[in-house]
């Protein structure tokens, strides 16, 4: 009996566009996670529903008022669209590192590279209903506050955090 003792082989990350696809084409299909759709007073709902090696998708649903705070994807790259209702994106960019605030409707999808940090939220009247795509699947998650200086990292979660 021999041992294969060579590490397994690496998974490539799907592409930002890769991503986006999957995100929308999941949208177009909302009898796959609409019944699933839970709203919460107390924070964002959340579940994920696929998981493969190369990638995992999340369904999460934001009453007015929630928000994600800034974050990053652990090193992974990421897409959400949001399926119902409209939400807004924060995130520091431009030659001067200013902030910049987007409107993110229905049918709107987003896609972002391995170091990109953003704020998610709903300002909107209404709930709304994301999915997301990151590749490969989420190891960990930094989190920062928005000081003068810019954003300073305070925290670190993983899986178990979720």
């Known amino acids: 009996m021999t041992l294969d003792l060579a ?13 986006r696809a999957i995100v929308r084409e999941l949208a177009e299909s909302p009898q796959e996670w609409i019944h699933r759709v839970r709203l919460d007073t107390e924070g964002r709902w959340y579940e994920r529903l696929r998981l493969a090696e190369d990638h995992e998708v999340w369904l999460i649903s934001w009453l007015p008022g ?73 190891a960990a998650m930094s989190r920062y506050e928005l000081r003068a200086g810019g954003l300073v990292r305070t925290a670190v979660e993983g899986p178990e955090q979720w």
């Open 66 to 138: 929630q928000s994600t705070g800034f974050h990053d994807h652990g090193g992974s790259r990421g897409a959400f669209t949001v399926a119902l209702g409209e939400l807004e994106e924060l995130s520091l960019a431009g030659p001067d590192g200013g902030l910049a605030v987007r409107r993110v409707p229905a049918g709107t999808a987003r896609a972002f590279g391995p170091q990109y940090l953003h704020d998610v939220r709903n300002t909107a009247n209404g709930p709304a209903v994301t999915l997301h795509a990151y590749s490969p699947p989420l």
């Open 7 to 19: 590490p397994p082989p690496t998974v490539r990350p799907l592409s930002s566009n890769a991503l």
